[in-house]
């Protein structure tokens, strides 16, 4: 499938690299379908390029590169729409955003922790999981080439 993006350019497709959000992402329900890319050397922070809508990109990272580990139950139905059969396909990304602030001159990246991606990696389907008993939040901060995570 030949796609053409504003940040990526003309890119061909593998259909089976699609992830598909039969719901959405809260805020933009009606794009499901994305392509997961990243910068070639750097597996911190990854792009989800919406392949409804060349304009909509998403940063995206690992919570495991800032420390962050998850224990959550998925409901029945989003077990479901995941067609989750092993705990052991699931991918979990946290989405990105630039604050307002800077830190030290440098850019503050911030993620929200209350509202990871849960992706099932095997059956290339996602969903936004909302977390509502997390209190905290996180601000990403890049000193010396190294990742500094200040909890809020």
């Not at 350019?9 to 089976?16: A, V």
């Not at 602030?101 to 929200?112: A, D, F, M, R, V």
């Amino acid at each position: 499938m030949d796609f053409k993006s504003k940040l990526f350019g003309e890119q061909l497709i593998d259909p089976d690299t699609i992830i598909t959000f039969p719901n959405g992402i809260p805020g933009f329900e009606a794009q499901k379908q994305y392509k997961l890319f990243h910068q070639e050397g750097s597996h911190i922070v990854y792009w989800l390029q919406c392949l409804d809508d060349e304009d909509l990109v998403f940063s995206v990272a690992s919570p495991a590169h800032f420390n962050i580990n998850y224990n959550f139950m998925l409901t029945t139905a989003e077990e479901v729409t995941l067609k989750l059969s092993n705990a052991e396909d699931v991918v979990i990304l946290i989405l990105l955003h630039k604050a307002d602030i800077e830190s030290e001159g440098q850019p503050t990246i911030k993620g929200s922790i209350k509202s990871p991606l849960v992706i099932n990696c095997k059956e290339r389907l996602g969903i936004q999981k909302v977390l509502v008993d997390i209190e905290q939040s996180i601000t990403l901060t890049e000193k010396s080439n190294a990742i500094e995570v200040t909890e809020l």
